[in-house]
């Protein structure tokens, strides 16, 4: 039962428009979520996060909100630009564990 | 600080022999992680240690499946006997451990091919 969950394995974004990335935890627990972005042969790189005391954050160009009533995360990226092109994951941390938990990623691709 | 090492890159293997993956941990980090990641179910936590101490093994699939830390910079996960199903990339990540409100840093990773 994956705890933290994408459903969108991959999106297709014009560059210069907006790109959302979604992401669903169904733990409730959960009290801090973070963005990893993972280009090929490399590891995932820390992106953006959020603790649950605050519904967005924002830095740069990347934005995250967060609606806990409905426990669903969203990656904003404006504009969007080729370098943006990677696989996103979505997790989610329980702070009394310290556990990292990932979603399965989406595969954004920027196109010109 | 060189980041969270890995060892080796690549591996193939055949089936049945015993694979040993290798990971150094950020200097100065607690917590250590083993992921890995696949197609279907993207990046499954395996295990995890606090301080050298094994806290959550719950995502090891197999008793095949076995981690050892036996000093704060050095960690492995071995395999055996190997099976073509464990083909997949596995992530050591670190991380300092504050209340788990920090990101866990990874390594490049090992790309494990069974055949």
């Known amino acids: 039962d994956q705890q933290v969950k994408q459903n969108s394995p991959s999106l297709s974004v014009q560059e210069g428009r907006i790109s959302i990335l979604n992401c669903d935890y169904t733990n409730s627990m959960f009290d801090y979520f973070l963005w990893y972005k993972k280009y090929p042969a490399e590891g995932p790189t820390f992106l953006i996060s959020?603790?649950?005391?605050?519904d967005k954050n924002e830095d740069g160009r990347f934005t995250v909100f967060l609606n806990k009533s409905a426990k669903h995360l969203s990656l904003h990226i404006v504009p969007s630009q080729p370098g943006d092109s990677a696989v996103y994951f979505c997790a989610a941390s329980d702070s009394s564990a310290s556990k990292i938990i990932f979603g399965s990623g989406t595969r954004l691709s920027i196109r010109p | 600080d060189a980041g969270v090492i890995q060892s080796p890159r690549h591996e193939v293997t055949e089936m049945g022999q015993e694979v040993t993956l290798r990971c150094k941990p950020i200097?100065?980090?607690?917590?250590l992680f083993w992921y890995r990641q696949t197609m279907m179910r993207g990046l499954e936590l395996l295990i995890y240690?606090?301080?050298?101490?094994?806290?959550?093994d719950s995502g090891m699939p197999e008793d095949r499946f076995s981690a050892k830390m036996p000093n704060a910079s050095f960690s492995t996960l071995k395999i055996q006997p190997s099976e073509p199903r464990d083909s997949a990339v596995y992530f050591c990540?670190?991380?300092?451990?504050?209340?788990?409100?920090?990101?866990?840093?990874f390594g490049q990773g090992t790309r494990l091919t069974v055949v």
């Open positions: 240690f606090n301080n050298n101490v094994p806290i959550d």
């Open positions: 200097s100065g980090h607690d917590y």
């Open positions: 959020i603790s649950s005391i605050k």
């Open positions: 990540a670190s991380s300092l451990g504050t209340g788990g409100w920090t990101e866990a840093f």
